[in-house]
């Protein structure tokens, strides 16, 4: 299945129905009077959080979503019917933006949360509505109003609690296959993650947590080199990053560095998410050379100022499983350390809500 994490759409509310002229005319009725009815409002345009998809692909081939409208209105004060709404499904951990200004319309975070994108035009009043003293026969009605129309950009963030980063090859797709059940393509040369894989991590106590691996960054990334910053919006709303070193790499200081620089470009505070540094492959280095890089980190996280416990790092080995457990339960230790891993403003509070603030 292809991955799709954007999508432009346009999103129209059903147009209210039209009001009628009509009288009453029954044997037995002298004076009947106005007796046409109102139009049906037209239907609201909402979109739905799903938990069973994963993707914005079906935006691809569909870019234009309508609501039904209303029906007119009848005879003998009869109203028109109002048109359907119309529910769009989007994955969840989608936000919708307003193609024009910008701004944030809604974050569905949840399984059935709901959006109104564009509301239904009202109906039209029928000339009953217009009876009064002065005019016994009103044949005056109203049509009904044209529903919201709007352009939104939908932007898919995935919804993990850690995020494995690192330069390209430096093992994320190999550790989030040892640890979950995700098979994501793993080959000898980098960039073969091409998009986020999700992986599901049982915790000691039997929930799951969800791990996601992103595609390697590499220096220039900012400036769009490589795969660019593309996907680092899919780890915005995690609670914690694992920043994966290859213990094969020519010098892991200036490999560690790459990355943390281009965490700085992108912003977002992902410069500042709590960050575990991980040595991976240490299998390909004998006891003294991998003492000789974890020190050398150390110093490094030193000189930078980051705070115990982030400053020490941890060495492992995915395909030979060393250090996976030392790895997990300080991943479990931090994920519990709510303190210290308080998530940023925006992930925390979903935006929910219309235009108009209804």
């Known amino acids: 299945m292809q991955f ?46 799903d938990a069973n998809l994963q993707t914005l692909l079906d935006f691809k081939y569909r870019r234009l979503f309508a609501a039904d409208d209303g029906v007119r209105g009848g005879p003998n004060r009869s109203s028109g019917a109002s048109g359907k709404p119309l529910l769009i499904k989007v994955p969840c951990g989608t936000e919708v933006r307003d193609c024009r200004t910008g701004i944030l319309l809604g974050d569905l975070t949840e399984v059935g949360q709901e959006l109104l994108v564009a509301r239904g035009g009202r109906g039209g009043l029928g000339n009953a509505h ?25 932007e898919l963030k995935l919804l993990a609690e850690v995020g494995i980063i690192g330069q390209p090859n430096a093992g994320k797709s190999t550790l989030i296959a040892v640890l979950s059940a995700a098979r994501p393509r793993i080959a000898d040369y980098p960039f073969t993650t091409l998009v ?11 929930d799951g947590t969800v791990f996601a691996d992103i595609p390697g960054l590499i220096a220039g990334a900012a400036r769009g080199a490589g795969l660019g910053h593309e996907f680092l919006r899919h780890i915005e709303r995690t609670r914690l990053l694992l920043h994966l070193v290859d213990a094969g790499g020519e010098d892991v200081v200036a490999d560690l560095k790459v990355v943390e620089e281009e965490l700085r470009a992108y912003g977002h505070g992902l410069e500042r998410r709590p960050r575990l540094r991980v040595l991976s492959k240490v299998e390909l ?22 705070a115990a416990p982030w400053c020490e790092p941890l060495a492992i080995s995915a395909v030979s499983r060393q250090g996976l457990d030392t790895l997990m339960a300080a991943v479990w230790s931090a994920l519990e350390a709510e303190n210290a891993l308080a998530p940023t403003a ?5 935006i929910i809500g219309t235009r108009d603030g209804r």
Not at 135 to 151: I, L
Not at 197 to 204: A, I
Not at 287 to 301: G, I, S, V
Not at 346 to 350: D, K, L, Y
């Open 196 to 206: 986020p894989n999700l992986g599901v991590v049982r915790r000691p106590s039997g």
């Open 285 to 306: 280095l004998d006891p003294a050379a991998r003492e000789a890089c974890l020190q050398a980190m150390r110093d490094h996280l030193t000189r930078e100022g980051v």
């Open 4 to 49: 799709i994490d954007q999508a432009r759409i346009a999103v129209r509310g059903g147009r209210g129905g039209d009001g009628i002229v009509a009288f009453r005319r029954e044997k037995y009725v002298p004076a009947g009077g106005p007796s046409g009815g109102d139009g049906g409002r037209g239907g609201d345009v909402l979109l739905q959080a």
């Open 346 to 350: 925006e992930a925390a509070v979903p």
């Open 130 to 154: 217009y009876l009064s003293n002065r005019n016994r026969a009103p044949e005056k009605c109203t049509e009904g109003r044209d529903g919201e129309s709007w352009n939104l950009q939908l």
